[in-house]
């Protein structure tokens, strides 16, 4: 939301969770910071969370907040970005019916996953999150409300969870394994958001569908493989069936979800898919460079998460 008048004061909740710590790494980087004029960090815990020791010409503040003092938190923010995690949806609708008592103009919820408003079935999680953007559109119409869908989490998809058998080179593909399928690394996730917050706010979009990387999963299986892996297996199992018996079930958990809706190429974050915005956030990368899975594949040598013990005991 740069301004010739001023940089705005952007907030962040959740600044020391999974995908907040590199949210927050990414607004105090050298390449962000000069956008803003104060970076807060909101902690419930009032401990300062560990920051990389980067800032430069931003001033940065941690507040600590309950559900008690919201709006007392928020005061002087501009741009909010929560990232607060799966389990409080009840604070996030406490943190949203605060901001109507706040100078906040640019609100970023907590979505950085896949577009659930395109999904023909329930999902306990996903119905949560859209509860909550029906609700910031009845009490906040005047802030830009900006979505951030990024696919799947490059660093932590290619695993059994989601049919990727890194340990013994098999993977399993639900529906077919030439569905094209976006990933971002978390790392970019936040930079992606950092970019976003320092556009002017009319050129901020409701929704930003960004992707580091998209490799089917018979891709995947090639580059892994020629990264150390060796020759991995790809098989392919009903999509239908596999459908159905998911959602007769009432579930949180997304990753069942998440392995047919590859299939449905539902998680292509191209143009040719359900659109991309990375040329928004990150032109001709002159920002930085998109990890991609062969960045993963040669770190990991073709076997992510070859240790990992699954089904977790």
Same mark, same amino acid.
């Given at each position: 939301m740069a301004s010739t008048t001023r940089r705005p004061?952007?907030?962040?909740?959740?600044?020391?969770?999974?995908?907040?710590?590199?949210?927050?790494?990414?607004f105090l980087s050298p390449r962000f910071s000069n956008r803003f004029s104060e970076i807060v960090l909101l902690s419930r815990q009032g401990a300062p969370p560990?920051?990389?020791? !980067?800032?430069?010409?931003?001033?940065?503040?941690?507040?600590?907040?309950?559900?008690?003092?919201?709006?007392d938190a928020l005061k002087g923010i501009h741009?909010?970005?929560?990232?607060?995690?799966?389990?409080?949806?009840?604070?996030?609708?406490?943190?949203?019916?605060?901001?109507? !008592?706040?100078?906040?103009?640019?609100?970023?919820?907590?979505?950085?996953?896949?577009?659930?408003?395109?999904?023909?079935?329930?999902?306990?999680e996903w119905d949560q999150?859209?509860?909550?953007?029906?609700?910031?559109?009845?009490?906040?119409?005047?802030?830009?409300?900006?979505?951030?869908?990024?696919?799947?989490?490059l660093e932590d998809s290619i695993g059994p969870w989601f049919g990727f058998d890194t340990?013994?080179?098999?993977?399993?593909s639900v529906g077919s394994s030439q569905s094209p399928v976006s990933f971002t690394s978390l790392g970019d996730v936040g930079k992606a958001v950092a970019s976003l917050a320092g556009l002017p706010k009319e050129k901020i979009p409701e929704t930003a569908h960004i992707a580091g990387d998209t490799r089917s999963i018979s891709e995947i299986a090639s580059l892994m493989g020629d990264a150390g892996a060796g020759r991995v297996q790809v098989t392919e199992i009903d999509l239908r069936q596999y459908k159905e018996e998911t959602t007769a079930k009432e579930s949180k958990d997304p990753a069942r979800f998440?392995?047919?809706?590859?299939?449905?190429?539902?998680?292509?974050?191209t143009e040719a898919g359900?659109?991309?915005?990375?040329?928004?956030?990150?032109?001709? !990368?002159?920002?930085?460079?998109?990890e991609t899975l062969v960045d993963l594949a040669k770190r990991t040598h073709g076997q992510p998460w070859k240790d990992f013990a699954w089904p977790s005991p």
């Open positions: 004061v952007v907030a962040i909740a959740g600044a020391t969770g999974h995908l907040g710590k590199h949210v927050t790494s990414a560990e920051v990389a020791d !980067q800032v430069t010409s931003v001033k940065l503040t941690v507040r600590q907040y309950d559900e008690n003092n919201l709006v741009i909010l970005v929560n990232t607060v995690g799966a389990s409080g949806h009840e604070f996030k609708e406490k943190l949203l019916h605060a901001l109507p !008592q706040t100078r906040v103009e640019v609100y970023f919820p907590s979505e950085f996953g896949v577009d659930h408003y395109i999904h023909d079935f329930p999902h306990l999150k859209k509860k909550h953007c029906t609700l910031a559109q009845q009490l906040i119409p005047g802030v830009k409300v900006c979505r951030v869908f990024c696919g799947l989490f340990t013994n080179g098999k993977y399993e998440l392995r047919f809706l590859m299939g449905e190429n539902k998680i292509n974050h359900i659109g991309n915005d990375d040329e928004l956030v990150n032109p001709e !990368q002159q920002l930085w460079t998109w």
